[in-house]
Every structure is written in structure tokens, then in C-alpha cells.
């Protein structure tokens, strides 16, 4: 017997679910036009049952139930419409003591409308109940239960609102939250872009300033090609390192890990030796007193220097290249200068900027650590310079 009654629960639950979901399928003018008619056939059936069913209570159930067609687009209109017709049957003797459509429209308004017309309705409604004393035939029990009936739409109204507002809020932050983790994203792929290119160009065109000028130091100073090819494979080596490191990021985001460190200026000293190693006279020299900076202040440094000394490398026709840091008391100031071809062929040009992420890469680099970069000819129109200046706090 137990089972029996389990399965039919079972079966009902089934039933209830699928109603439901064939409810939430259906458009809400469709949902609206049923309550509507449910409302009015509701008055139609107590009436008829009570021997009260003349020619125009249909008509009267039907004109307190239609204003539900356009409840959620008027709330206060469709309750205010609603409440004068139950008002006028229960006058009339015809409405029954639960007066479906005006719970319907108290529901509504409860839900939808804002707190001053809450608050008017909520009035109008307790206006209502007081002037139903005066019908003779209403009992007080009967009176008191219609009153704890709208209580309990009202209730039910504001529960409908705060539970619409609480998903409104998390969807809100849900969208915020994935705008964020996408411009974050865009931004990390624009990072190590710039990183890929920096450590790329950078390495290759030694690489290739290395391997083009070896074959005639074979021939004419074989210790000079020997320490060509150990520049080579240095630099190879570097990069391969350099690029791990980046990539690595990649994996350390997918597992939680953090991000690996970048070059900092304790690296600038092997980057400018690197250069004089392959043939162009490089330079390093600090003014002032240096001093701790943070990690992206000195990975910024770092890459501006690198870029630097590859366009030199790569585009400038360069004897010399000097890197010069002067540090004050809130500014770290990064020049890089060679002696080559100048603007027309210096590290600014556009033919260097390797698909956009040269000078732009730079820019962006320093702006984004709150500082400035400037380029131009060097001292007297000779060369290129290249400025950045990088706040310290």
C-alpha cells in the first residue's frame, strides 16, 4: 500500500514538473489570458452554484478579470481597474469571499511597481477591506480572511520582486565578472605578444647579424668567427630560456601557479654586452644612486633597452650604441643613443616596428607604467635617441 501511494506521488510530481515547464514555455500574454479567464470562470461558477447566475455576471466577471491582460505592462493601473470591479460585485452580492482577479493584480502590483505605488495600492487596497464592513451581509470572519489572503499575494509579490532583483544583480556581476576575466585576458595575450616580439627581434637579429658577417671572419679572422658563433649560440640560448619563461605563464595561469619573473635591469648589464659582442660598440653607464624599483617598473626597463638596441642592431647602420640610466629622487630616466643613419633609419621608424610592436609596443609599456617615451634625433641631428622616463612609486 505504501508503494502504491509512493508511485502515485511519484506520478504526480511527473505531472506538476511537466505542467510547469509547459507554463514557462508559453509566452506571457498567453500565460495572462489564461489567469484572466481562470479568474472570471471562477466567479462565473460561484455564482452559478450559489443560484446568483444571471445574464450579466458573466459579463461583469469578465470586465474584473480582462484588466489582468496587461498587468505586468500597467501593475497599479490593472489593480486599481480590478479593485473597483470586485468593489462593485461584492456591492452586488455576486463576487465570492476569495476575489481571485484583485489577488492576481495585488500580486502584480507587488512585484512590479515601484514603492510609491506600492505604498498607494497597498492603501487603496486597506480602504477597500474597511468599506466592505459596511455591506451588511459580510461576516467579520469572512472579512478578516480576505484581508489575510491579500496579505499573503502582497507577501508573495514582494518575495517574486526581491528574488527578481537578486538574479538581475547576480547576472550583472556574472556579466561584469566575465568582461573582466576577458579584458584581462586581452590583455595578458597583448603582454606576451609584446614579450614573444621583444625577445624575438631582439635575439634573432643578432642572430642574423652574427651569421651574415661570419663567413668573412672564417676567412679573415678565424678567433673573430669563433667568438661569433659563441655569440650566436648565447644569444640562441637566452632567447630559448626567455621564451620558456614566457610561455611557461601560459601553463602557470591554467594551474593557478604564478607568473614567472621578467628580465629585469639586473639583466641590462649581459643584454649590452651581448650587443658589443656582435660587432657594435655598446655602452652602459648610470647617474645617480639606484635603488629597489618595482618588478614591472624594471621588466619595463628592461624591454625598452632591448627593443632599443635591436632596431639599432637591425635598422640604424650604427657604430655606437650608449644606454645611459640617471635615477632621481622619483623618476628612473632611460636614454638609448647610437651614431647611426638617424630618424630615417632608427629605432622609431616604422619599417622597425615589426608589425606594430615595436615603437607602439614601447609606448604602450611605458604608459602603462605611468611614464613617458620620447624619440628623435641625437645630440647635433646625429642618430636616433630613444627617452623613457619611468615613475618610481
Not at 651569421?211 to 659563441?230: K, L, S, T, W
Not at 644569444?235 to 593557478?256: C, E, K, S
Not at 614601447?362 to 646625429?382: F, S
Request: charged fraction near 20%; hydrophobic fraction near 45%.
Amino acid at each position: 500500500m505504501a508503494g502504491a501511494d509512493t508511485g502515485q506521488v511519484e506520478r504526480l510530481s511527473e505531472y506538476g514538473e511537466r505542467l510547469a515547464a509547459w507554463a514557462r514555455a508559453l509566452p506571457p500574454v498567453a500565460v495572462d489570458a489564461i489567469i484572466a479567464a481562470t479568474c472570471a470562470l471562477y466567479v462565473i461558477f460561484n455564482a452559478a452554484v450559489d443560484g446568483r447566475l444571471v445574464w450579466w455576471v458573466p459579463f461583469a466577471a469578465a470586465a474584473n478579470a480582462l484588466p489582468l491582460m496587461w498587468r505586468r505592462r500597467y501593475p497599479f493601473g490593472a489593480a486599481a481597474v480590478t479593485g473597483i470591479a470586485s468593489a462593485l460585485l461584492s456591492f452586488v452580492d455576486v463576487l465570492d469571499d476569495v476575489p481571485a482577479a484583485q489577488l492576481v493584480a495585488t500580486y502584480t502590483f507587488a512585484a512590479l511597481s515601484p514603492p510609491l505605488k506600492r505604498l498607494i495600492a497597498v492603501g487603496l487596497t486597506i480602504v477597500g477591506i474597511s468599506v466592505s464592513i459596511l455591506v451588511p451581509q459580510e461576516e467579520a470572519l469572512n472579512i478578516g480572511m480576505t484581508g489575510l489572503l491579500f496579505a499573503v499575494a502582497y507577501a508573495l509579490g514582494t518575495a517574486a520582486r526581491a528574488r527578481r532583483d537578486r538574479i538581475a544583480m547576480l547576472e550583472e556581476r556574472a556579466l561584469r565578472l566575465t568582461q573582466e576575466h576577458e579584458t584581462a585576458a586581452t590583455r595578458e595575450r597583448e603582454r606576451i605578444a609584446r614579450e614573444m616580439h621583444d625577445i624575438l627581434a631582439h635575439s634573432m637579429g643578432l642572430v642574423v647579424v652574427q651569421a651574415e658577417a661570419g663567413p668573412i671572419a672564417v676567412r679573415h679572422d678565424p678567433d673573430r668567427a669563433e667568438q661569433m658563433f659563441d655569440t650566436i649560440s648565447d644569444t640562441a640560448r637566452d632567447a630559448l630560456a626567455q621564451l620558456r619563461r614566457v610561455l611557461g605563464v601560459l601553463r602557470a595561469t591554467d594551474d593557478g601557479g604564478e607568473r614567472a619573473p621578467q628580465p629585469g635591469l639586473d639583466a641590462l648589464p649581459g643584454l649590452v654586452q651581448r650587443v658589443d659582442d656582435a660587432g657594435l660598440t655598446a655602452t652602459l653607464s648610470e647617474d645617480g644612486a639606484p635603488r629597489p624599483v618595482p618588478a614591472d617598473v624594471a621588466a619595463t626597463a628592461y624591454r625598452i633597452v632591448q627593443e632599443s638596441l635591436t632596431n639599432t642592431v637591425k635598422h640604424a647602420a650604427a657604430g655606437r650604441v650608449d644606454v645611459r640610466l640617471t635615477w632621481t629622487d622619483d623618476l628612473l630616466r632611460i636614454e638609448v643613443a647610437d651614431d647611426g643613419g638617424g630618424p630615417a633609419s632608427g629605432p622609431g621608424t616604422p619599417s622597425s616596428n615589426g608589425g606594430g610592436h615595436g615603437l607602439i609596443g614601447m609606448r604602450e609599456r611605458v604608459a602603462a607604467a605611468g611614464g613617458t617615451l620620447d624619440t628623435g634625433p641625437g645630440a647635433g641631428g646625429v642618430g636616433f635617441r630613444v627617452t623613457a622616463s619611468l615613475r618610481l612609486y
